[in-house]
């Protein structure tokens, strides 16, 4: 193998595709990347057998050359080696070589490595899947889709279902649902859908987050294709398989209250940073990062945020909201779930309807109803 190609290009490609790689696998040479040269282009790819992903660089784009191919082949080396290397390397084109024994030269400029590879026959094949019915987001909506939703799943192994996010689809409408029994996160959105199906899948968090940093921010359609265990998403020139999680996702929508006693309409950015004022006091403790929130029964349309730490003292911050309607609040919970959600949402007003101290809440932008974040209360005694 001898290709020849823009170092900026080859830079792109090796830190998409080592997104997927880690050092902790039990097959030695998933911790390397294998590169081919095709007649095409040159193909980079990268797994750790949960998550896969292959970046294509063509020989040309746009009419500008950025690759040139001298002989086909393939080879696999180390990614925490090459991946340092070429971000490193002294001019704008880089030539690589695989000689006898699998040594690769990798020449810029004045500069000259010699790495052992490894036999590009080795290297596990990546998922084949027929792709009969394909499912298109523009790169951006299903970006926000990822950020509003995957930074509820669980952390927690004992219930790996909560460590992903479900994705049902039906019709032309796709419903993302994250939880880790504390909150939950909701958005759906519309799609593209070339045939008739329904789906329901769980997509583990970490591969959407893998996913989120590779994406494009731009309203190129992306393209997904489901099957059985494995999800595919395709971007120009980019390829992300993620195996899916087995078993079924719980039926969340009992938990999402019907009815309201009191609601208010607050400013998201003046809410947010009086929470995170009050979360400051709130780190200690075996109460730690719980706020309280009450109405200010003598001063109409206020409310009061609070937190204390016996060590260090007290906090309270005052909101003026846009509308307050129904009962007299008390309310406990995390600073933390709470800023999460306020961060995910879009829009500079959000409603919040509380169903009682001790039922869960929901919190959404002013007119949108694609959006919806629920959070459960905390008991303070």
């Not at 990062?289 to 609070?306: Q, R």
């Not at 005052?318 to 609040?329: A, F, Q, Y």
Request: net charge negative; with cysteine; aromatic share 6%.
């Amino acid at each position: 193998m001898k290709f020849s190609i823009l170092r900026n290009r080859l830079i792109e490609s090796v830190q998409d595709v080592s997104k997927a790689i880690t050092s902790r696998t039990t097959i030695p040479i998933l911790t390397g990347i294998k590169i081919t040269a095709s007649e095409e282009g040159i193909t980079f790819t990268g797994s750790d057998s949960d998550i896969s992903i292959e970046s294509f660089v063509p020989k040309e784009e746009d009419g500008d050359e950025i690759a040139v191919i001298q002989q086909t082949g393939g080879i696999v080396l180390q990614a925490k080696i090459f991946g340092e290397l070429v971000k490193k390397l002294p001019m704008d084109i880089v030539e690589i070589e695989v000689a006898n024994q699998f040594q690769t030269i990798i020449r810029s400029g004045k500069s000259n490595f010699n790495l052992n590879g490894l036999d590009a026959e080795e290297y596990p094949h990546l998922p084949q899947i027929t792709e009969d019915k394909v499912i298109r987001i523009p790169a951006d909506i299903l970006k926000n889709l990822i950020r509003q939703t995957v930074f509820a799943v669980s952390t927690a192994e004992t219930r790996p279902i909560l460590t992903g996010v479900n994705w049902s689809i039906k019709g032309s409408r796709l419903n993302c649902i994250a939880t880790d029994s504390h909150r939950l996160a909701q958005r759906t959105a519309e799609i593209e859908m070339a045939a008739d199906a329904e789906y329901n899948i769980v997509i583990p968090g970490k591969s959407l987050n893998e996913l989120n940093k590779i994406l494009p921010d731009s309203n190129e359609p992306v393209g997904i294709v489901i099957t059985d265990n494995q999800v595919l998403f395709k971007a120009k020139h980019l390829l992300f398989f993620s195996r899916l999680l087995e078993g079924n996702y719980p039926d969340t929508s009992r938990l999402i209250p019907t009815d309201g006693k009191t609601e208010i309409v607050v400013n998201t950015k003046e809410f947010l940073q009086a929470i995170d004022r009050a979360s400051l006091l709130a780190k200690e403790g075996q109460n730690a990062n719980v706020v309280k929130l009450s109405s200010v029964t003598d001063i109409p349309g206020t409310i009061e945020i609070t937190s204390n730490s016996p060590e260090i003292g007290k906090v309270t911050d005052r909101v003026n909201c846009k509308s307050i309607e129904g009962e007299e609040l008390k309310i406990s919970f995390s600073s933390k779930y709470m800023m999460d959600a306020l961060r995910a949402l879009e829009g500079t007003e959000i409603t919040i309807r509380f169903t009682g101290a001790m039922r869960p809440f929901i919190i959404r932008p002013v007119n949108d109803d694609t959006t919806l974040q629920l959070i459960l209360p905390v008991r303070t005694y």
